[in-house]
């Protein structure tokens, strides 16, 4: 198949005898006369080069570049211009073009830059096709469950995913917000460009600036040099938000200004930053109540609002945790090299009685320490953690005991002796696990 390769220029003479030398080396080409056709073609044909003229009719080719790499990444941009600058000609490689050439003095230059910019245009297309794979996996189609609160949030996800609104995921912890949101940004037009997810409690005041916003070399201690923040990593994409409700009032006002404005100032810095960023935000409080409470701005409350989606919590929708359950079972009997297996009736009724306090982690967490302990390729009630009160058990505490010693012991068998990977999967503190290897002395 031949390499496609579109000429925009409005000057029709100069347009034909360059598709004229360049289809004469087995390339297929395209023209256009003004910006706009030549983006309408871009999108409709599978072009990977672009050589664009700097002086167009109805835009800018040197700004037309970063219009191309927004619509496809992986395509290479030539400008020609009529009269060059070394200005244009940096600003023109800034916004992504290969390269940068004089028009008459260059002209043997023509075919190696097109056959380089193909090369390369080629390698970055199929880096391009498999990310695409990769992210066709991370839509609506990848979020489990049938129940009716679930395909409500669905519903509401895919009609706002096809615009550029901003989006409230509200719910207890644990529902599936992140999953929501990397779906939300997969199916809309900005799912080639970066997805930037971020937990505002994970970080101190001062420390979640930085990471927002970057800074500048010497802002404070041990500012040694200029760092790029999330929201300029995830220009013309989409970050992700979680627990925006822990977020400082004075970060807030910051966050409410890049949403009014999409400029921010960097730490340390007086110049603004410019970004085209959309916003994905996620909370398990309840963000109305706080901000008439006055522990939230209530003007950013409504910026945030714009569109909001509850997401049920485990318990709401009981019906969907035997898909959950096998989908798990799947991924982590596959991670551990284990046969398929099978949950008996006796385990999936405690499941279903189960009260979930941390939803589908807490599910997810249960059937990953399951699959470790399992010796048989059907899962028993006996598996389980002992707050499920499963009926099997004899009621005398010194077997209650002996089932949570055995369970210890094969969890601690399976991190190699790692006490903090086995608290995390028993669902404890490391202190508690201490405390249980002491009593039932298995140090």
């Avoid at 800034?94 to 028009?103: D, E, L, R, S, V």
């Avoid at 398990?284 to 409350?301: P, S, T, V």
């Avoid at 005991?401 to 028993?426: F, S």
């Amino acid at each position: 198949m031949q390499n496609t390769i579109l000429i925009i220029d409005d000057e029709k003479k100069l347009n034909d005898l360059l598709s004229r030398i360049i289809s004469l080396e087995g390339f297929r080409v395209l023209q256009a006369f003004n910006g706009k056709d030549g983006i309408k073609l871009l999108q409709q044909e599978d072009v990977l080069l672009v050589i664009s003229d700097v002086k167009l009719p109805d835009v800018n080719g040197i700004e037309l570049v970063k219009t191309i790499k927004e619509k496809k990444p992986y395509v290479e941009v030539i400008n020609l211009t009529a009269y060059g600058t070394i200005a244009d000609g940096v600003k023109a490689m800034q916004n992504g073009a290969f390269n940068y050439i004089t028009k008459g003095d260059d002209n043997d230059r023509i075919i190696p830059l097109v056959n380089q910019a193909i090369e390369k245009a080629l390698r970055q297309s199929e880096k391009f096709k498999e990310e695409v794979k990769a992210t066709a996996r991370q839509n609506f189609n990848s979020i489990i469950g049938n129940s009716k609160a679930v395909s409500e949030a669905v519903s509401l996800a895919r009609k706002v995913a096809a615009t550029d609104t901003t989006v409230l995921l509200l719910g207890e912890t644990g529902t599936g917000k992140e999953v929501f949101a990397s779906a939300i940004h997969h199916e809309s037009e900005r799912r080639l460009m970066p997805f930037v997810a971020i937990n505002c409690s994970s970080f101190t005041a001062e420390l979640l600036e930085s990471e927002l916003f970057g800074h500048k070399a010497g802002a404070f201690t041990g500012a040694l040099k200029d760092k790029k923040g999330l929201f300029e990593e995830a220009q013309h994409g989409t970050i992700f938000l979680d627990e925006i409700g822990e977020m400082s009032p004075e970060l807030q006002a910051k966050l409410l200004r890049v949403l009014e404005s999409k400029t921010f100032i960097k730490v340390g810095d007086t110049q603004t930053t410019r970004v085209n960023v959309r916003i994905l935000a996620a909370t398990n409080r309840d963000l109305k109540k706080e901000a008439d409470e006055g522990r939230f701005r209530l003007d950013l409350y409504y910026r945030l609002s714009v569109f909001t989606i509850w997401l049920p919590s485990l318990n709401d929708r009981k019906g969907d945790i035997e898909l959950l359950a096998a989908y798990y079972l799947k991924q982590f009997a596959a991670k551990t090299g284990k046969r398929p297996l099978k949950m008996n009736e006796d385990f999936l009724s405690l499941l279903n009685k189960h009260h979930w306090k941390g939803n589908i982690r807490e599910l997810k967490n249960v059937i990953e320490r399951v699959v470790i302990l399992a010796d048989e390729d059907t899962l028993t009630p006996t598996l389980l953690p002992p707050d499920f009160n499963y009926d099997n058990a004899s009621s005398n505490s010194l077997d209650l005991a002996n089932i949570e010693k055995q369970h210890i012991q094969k969890v601690l068998a399976h991190t190699y002796g790692n006490k903090a990977e086995t608290a995390r999967l028993l669902g404890i503190g490391v202190t508690t696990l201490y405390r249980k290897i002491d009593e039932y002395k298995l140090g």
